[in-house]
């Protein structure tokens, strides 16, 4: 049986956002398979509760909510699993290399290879990592990414700071493993 | 303001949250501060590296073929 018109519009308009669902379904789930399975879930899921989605709203939002959920329901369990990141104070990367001298700070960022940004990204927990996959890859709004995350927008803004720490971190890790940077005197990761 | 709350407000002005009136302080501020200018520039690059790292994973044509046969 041929499908509706309205429905077919609705697919096709929703299949606009592919590439986001894809990105971040890839970012959670950190398998090509796992990530297409979770996205045509999510699609076939939309498309049956088309009906409890509000003409203009962000579609965008709203489809990479379904996913997410899908996600947690499926590959992580129960939402406790995650791990939440501390407050680990400063930035670590700016911080140490303002200490060694290296001006611009921002220049050493350009010689961190692609594959290691995408690396340090897939190692935040997923609460954190499903934040900056929406803010910093996506430009979502913190509002819109609050109403995908069904989280208020304080929530949105603390998780997102902490990745970012965390995010430093790890880079500076990288970086002194490289010898982009020299790196702690005592070889210790700073705190 | 001073550099405690130019660090506070540093995510939200990277990431075009805060108003007008925010804006304008911010800037003014950044603009006598070299320290917080240096901090602001490493965190808008660092957020730029991470869009350009990972939004360069598209859909597999094959699979966007197959969800559309699926959807409509």
Not at chain 2, 21 to 48: I, M, N, W
């Amino acid at each position: 049986m041929a499908e509706s018109p309205a429905r077919t519009a609705f697919a096709e308009e929703a299949l606009t956002h592919l590439d986001t669902l894809y990105r971040g379904a890839l970012r959670l789930t950190r398998d090509p398979d796992q990530a297409q399975d979770l996205v045509q879930e999510a699609y076939l899921r939309a498309l049956r509760y088309q009906h409890s989605y509000q003409t203009g709203t962000n579609m965008k939002a709203w489809l990479f909510a379904i996913m997410r959920n899908l996600f947690w329901d499926r590959f992580k369990g129960t939402r406790k699993e995650d791990v939440s990141l501390d407050d680990v104070g400063d930035f670590v990367l700016f911080e140490k290399l303002r200490d060694e001298g290296a001006r611009p700070e921002a220049d050493v960022l350009d010689r961190i290879a692609a594959s290691e940004v995408v690396s340090a990204v897939e190692k935040l927990p997923p609460l954190h990592r499903e934040v900056v996959l929406l803010v910093d890859v996506e430009g979502f709004s913190y509002k819109d990414a609050a109403q995908a995350l069904g989280v208020p927008i304080g929530t949105v803004m603390s998780r997102l700071h902490r990745a970012r720490q965390q995010l430093q971190r790890s880079l500076y890790e990288y970086a002194v493993e490289s010898g982009i940077v020299r790196g702690s005197t005592n070889g210790a990761t700073p705190q | 303001m001073n550099c405690p709350d130019c660090k506070d407000k540093l995510d939200r002005f990277v990431d075009r949250e805060l108003n007008n009136t925010e804006v304008l302080e911010l800037q003014l501020h950044l603009e006598g501060c070299p320290e917080c200018s240096d901090q602001y520039e490493f965190q808008a690059h660092l957020k730029r590296l991470v869009k350009h790292s990972c939004d360069c994973d598209a859909a597999p044509a094959a699979f966007r073929e197959k969800l559309r046969q699926i959807l409509t």
